[in-house]
């Protein structure tokens, strides 16, 4: 980055010479081949929105016609890029035309007074060298096909989609997890740690085996996955601030604990000891710095069983655990993820009849400092600091309301009713209201109307109702005492399904239009009435209950496209032929469920399975019976870097699961 200091103005001067330039990367370059143009002058401006406008490029071709590129607007260099695709081989004629213009406040020259006359000038001519034959550009590295450790070398740009970060904790319903193109076809052990006593207690009481955490005291907690580096709660939460508890972080690939601590609010002993809530990579890119900041996040305050997000998170170093700085006052709301890592969170209230949009990288308490017209705005310097994430900073560019955070507030329709399900950033949020008789916890009674609607976040938009449709429900929903539930929505698979439990079937709506658009389906097997997990995505809506059948339809169609059984060949599971699992996640187009019920008996059923499968035939890929068995109350597998971690509830270890 160029540092853009304003020098001593001339006093005095009407008139200043100017003096333009040409350039082109790579010069020679192939047919149909991308070069970079460099367009401007050779006078900077004072700071750093600035730019002189309405540069213009003459290209004449190698047979002699001409083409007029532009008008382009500079950056505060005094210069800026274009991109040229030469059609034919031969030499092209390039030449920068800049216009007469007259300095502003707002576009000033550094060593110029206001009002200066910027004379008109040319560049000299360019001539662009274009060949038959492409030239060379870097070759990507392939991706490995071995065993590999991090950090990856950062020249080693192609291996991103097989190293992925698993920033929210495992959750039951198979999300898409991206970034695992090499995801686990095998079984095999990497690694093991003992997290706690565990497994079969021996000597005098028999078969009696260590308490797994279910029901409710679930362990391996708060798991997640932070470019490379595992980081999960070592104890339940039981007990509280009244016994020791900590965080452990351990190398994905080597298995090498890295460290073992407790962790504190605001790095203070004497406040609230606090656990992984979420993880973050935010990618910076300035006029003055560009790069990636990994972050674990705490949270702490808020809280309770139905409550909102916490509203203070706390920030360290994931591969340390060193203390970094704390945000105070964050808004509530689900943590969606921005093109560069950027947590946004969307907030609609129907009773106020607004939306608003707090984006974590307008925190511009956090810059360097808060000046848009300072190199100072460029460059991200939280650390050390204590952030109010949500007050009053000065109005910019980034925060027109003048809050840190806050990037837009709007209206909407008036007469929404119901819950958002669903967000996808800049383009739109979806939600639901119904008609019904009667609700309880797990289930809504005689629903007869569904209305799907949907809400513009463009920002040109945002507020406006997209759509707004309501479906009658068949009768048996509303006379045969049904009770009907979301189940999943995905708004980038186009689906939004209903699950009605005692029959057992699924009703799809669009994302795009909010119309019905499949079902019922036909019933499932009676037993998944009980335990029913789903999610929607890739293309896909899985669902299954405690049947161990795992039916999997077209998100759009509702057509299914198969069923896989988990086979129990030696009769341990009570009520059914097949293992009880659960989905985990989908990657690199596999899905993986693992056995856990909400309060299994001890002695634990043998040989539950771990398990994989091709989410395209529904064909097995592999299946370990007897290992990895998974948690319902505590924390599941989860994938980075194309590696599974997980605790196995059958003796209480930690394992990681990928190449060798």
């Known amino acids: 980055a160029i540092s853009l200091i304003p020098s001593n103005i001339v006093a005095g001067q009407e008139t200043r010479t100017t003096h333009a330039f040409i350039g082109a990367t790579p010069n020679p370059v192939g047919v149909g081949q991308e070069t970079l143009l460099h367009v401007g002058i050779m006078q900077q401006l004072s700071i750093t929105q600035q730019g002189w406008e309405g540069l213009t490029v003459t290209v ?41 213009q007259t300095t502003t406040s707002d576009k000033q020259a550094v060593g110029s007074p206001v009002g200066t006359v910027m004379l008109a000038s040319d560049s000299p001519k360019l001539t662009l060298v274009v ?23 950062s020249q080693l740009r192609g291996w991103s989609p097989v190293a992925g970060s698993q920033l929210e904790a495992g959750a039951y319903g198979g999300d898409v997890k991206n970034g ?52 999960y709660r070592r104890f339940d939460t039981i007990g509280g601030s009244n016994v020791p508890n900590w965080v452990v972080a351990v190398d994905m690939h080597t298995g090498e604990k890295l460290w073992e601590k407790e962790l504190f609010a605001y790095n203070d002993p004497t406040d609230d000891r606090v656990y992984p809530t979420f993880g973050q990579i935010f990618y910076w890119d300035s006029f003055n710095a560009h790069g990636t900041h990994a972050y674990l996040v705490c949270a702490s305050g808020g809280g309770g069983f139905f409550a909102p997000a916490p509203a203070q998170w706390h920030f360290f170093d994931p591969l340390t655990g060193r203390y970094l700085f704390t945000w105070e006052d964050v808004p509530s709301g689900t943590r969606n ?18 939306l608003t949009m707090w984006n974590s990288s307008a925190v511009i308490d956090a810059y360097w400092g808060t000046s848009p017209n300072s190199p100072v705005w460029g460059s991200w310097r939280p650390q050390g600091k204590v952030t109010n994430a949500t007050g009053p900073c000065p109005v910019t560019p980034a925060t027109p309301l003048g809050l840190n955070g806050y990037q837009w507030n709007v209206s909407i329709p008036s007469d929404l009713a119901g819950s958002v399900v669903d967000y996808k950033i800049d383009d739109k949020l979806v939600g639901y209201d119904w008609e019904y008789e009667s609700s309880y916890f797990g289930g809504t009674f005689g629903v007869s109307e569904i209305t799907v609607w949907g809400i513009s976040l463009d920002p040109n938009s945002a507020g406006s109702l997209l759509f707004k449709e309501t479906w009658n429900t068949p009768s048996s929903w509303t006379s045969g005492d049904i009770s009907v539930g979301h189940a999943a929505t995905s708004i980038g698979d186009g689906a939004m399904v209903f699950w009605a439990k005692e029959l057992t079937h699924s009703v799809g709506f669009s994302t795009d239009t909010g119309k019905k658009i499949w079902g019922p389906t036909d019933s499932q097997n009676y037993l998944d009435y009980l335990g029913h997990r789903c999610v929607v995505g890739d293309g896909r809506y899985i669902s299954l209950g405690m049947s161990g059948i795992l039916y999997c339809y077209n998100a759009t169609t509702g057509e299914l496209q198969f069923t896989y059984e988990a086979d129990d060949p030696y009769n341990q599971v009570l009520w059914s032929n097949q293992w009880h699992i659960r989905p985990l996640f ?5 899905i993986y469920l693992g056995t856990t019920e909400h309060s299994p008996v001890d002695p634990l059923t043998r040989g539950g399975p771990f398990v994989c499968v091709d989410i395209e035939t529904g064909e097995e890929v592999f299946r370990a019976d007897g290992l990895f068995r998974q948690t319902d109350w505590g924390g599941r597998a989860i994938i980075g870097d194309s590696i599974i971690a997980t605790m196995d509830t059958y003796d209480l270890k930690v394992y990681g699961i990928g190449k060798g």
């Open 180 to 231: 695992n193109a090499d995801a686990p076809e095998t079984a095999h052990i990497l690694w093991s740690h003992i997290l706690q006593l565990g497994g079969l207690s021996g000597g005098d009481l028999g078969n009696a085996g260590t308490y797994t955490g279910d029901a409710y005291e679930g362990k391996f907690s708060g798991s997640l996955v932070i470019q490379g580096v595992l980081i």
């Open 131 to 153: 060949t038959a034959e492409p030239q060379a550009v870097y070759p990507e590295h392939p991706l490995p096909t071995e065993y590999w450790t991090r950090p990856i070398d």
């Open 586 to 590: 989908i990657a690199d187009g596999k």
């Open 60 to 100: 004449q071709d190698p047979d002699g016609g001409t083409e007029t590129l532009g008008p382009f607007r500079t950056d505060a260099t005094g210069g800026t890029g274009a991109r040229f695709v030469p059609d034919e081989e031969g030499e092209y004629i390039l030449q920068t035309h800049f216009p007469e």
């Open 337 to 354: 993820r921005g093109p560069h890592g950027e947590i946004i969170v969307y907030s609609l209230s129907t009773s106020r009849d607004t």
